[in-house]
């Protein structure tokens, strides 16, 4: 039930983006013909940068198919995605598209300006800037300019001049021209529209592109589509995954939780607010926790100083992995403060709670 085809006005066609029937010969020479040019992106997945992740779901991200990242609220989800479309760009030379229905695009900008403070994966955090670091520093040179005490007043000159902001700002840089940033309308960006734009960043990269959504439940669609929550997420999902469909690019979606969820001690994919589509359209669904919530209790208790630290980790469960293994743990340390993950990761080791402790 996704939003209809767009039909291009002058040819009466399908746009672009859009496949029409072919014979196996004819895909088969399409796909000959791409390996022939060189082209391999159908076969060679994005790396996200999160290494363990990677490896526990075939490398990457796949053209083509659609991943879902749930979590509690304040988990990190955006920060993962964010982070992951920073590293797509910076390291593989892609282009990202962070779609936020949560925030304007300075924001995203300034959270990645302290994110490379501590240019991960080497976490500096001895040089790292938090948001009030960065605030404090623009404010105050602003103000010794209308004292007179100074004479940079451009927001470039200010982050290049400062040692802190300096590195940070050449590091961004890298990838600036390949970072996407929109700051979307929950009541005007719907689905024909991120359609339409992915199409003319599509035609533009050559195909070199990565939708990333903050978050599902609020894209816009049509009213009088929907006839509840569950109907709305249904079409959202669906419309999201026809898009990487159409269009042969990977896409990453963040899902917020329903209230059962919220109240969970462990946080699951039937926890995520909307429909059964969610399980069934997409090709992985990744759901955070915090790993000190979900510890085995014999752990807490056996080391209780040791499992307080365990709040600065988030468990990655890969619950629905279409390709390959799922009910997979990965954990990453959060460094908070600098919008960060240390994305080396590893895989967990010690016993979780699952539901059935939990019901006992």
Not at 101 to 106: K, M, S, V
Request: some cysteine; aromatic content about 6%.
């Amino acid at each position: 039930m996704s939003e209809p085809h767009p039909i291009d006005q002058q040819s009466g066609m399908p746009a672009r983006g859009v496949h029409m029937p072919r014979t196996l010969a004819q895909v088969l020479n399409e796909a000959n013909e791409a390996v022939v040019r060189g082209d391999l992106s159908s076969y060679v997945p994005v790396p996200t940068g999160f290494d363990p992740l990677d490896a526990a779901i075939g490398g990457g991200l796949q053209r083509g198919e659609l991943v879902l990242l749930g979590g509690p609220q304040g988990i990190g989800k955006t920060i993962t995605a964010l982070q992951m479309a920073r590293n797509v760009a910076k390291y593989n030379g892609v282009y990202s598209f962070f779609l936020s229905y949560e925030h304007p695009e300075a924001h995203l900008m300034n959270r990645l300006l302290c994110l490379e403070s501590v240019n991960p994966p080497e976490m500096l955090t001895d040089r790292g800037l938090r948001m009030k670091d960065l605030q404090d520093i623009i404010v105050s040179k602003r103000a010794r300019l209308a004292l007179g005490k100074d004479t940079t007043g451009s927001l470039r000159g200010i982050l290049r001049e400062n040692q802190k902001t300096s590195p940070a700002l050449a590091r961004m840089a890298e990838y600036s021209d390949r970072l996407i940033l929109l700051k979307a309308s929950p009541a005007v960006t719907t689905l024909t529209a991120i359609r339409e734009m992915i199409g003319r960043l599509v035609q533009a990269t050559n195909g070199n592109v990565i939708l990333f959504v903050d978050y599902l439940q609020k894209v816009a669609i049509y009213p009088e589509k929907a006839q509840d929550e569950n109907d709305k997420v249904t079409i959202i999902v669906e419309g999201l995954k026809d898009i990487a469909l159409s269009y042969n690019i990977p896409a990453l979606a963040i899902v917020a939780a329903d209230r059962e969820g919220l109240k969970a001690k462990r946080l699951h994919l039937f926890h995520l607010r909307g429909s059964s589509a969610l399980d069934y359209e997409c090709d992985i669904a990744m759901i955070m926790n915090n790993k000190f919530n979900i510890l085995s209790k014999d752990h807490v208790a056996f080391n209780p100083y040791q499992a307080r630290q365990y709040r600065e980790w988030v468990i990655f469960t890969i619950e629905k992995n279409r390709a390959g293994q799922a009910m997979i743990d990965v954990e990453f340390h959060l460094h908070a403060p600098y919008f960060a993950f240390d994305p080396r990761g590893q895989m967990v080791q010690q016993q979780l709670i699952d539901e059935k402790i939990i019901e006992a």
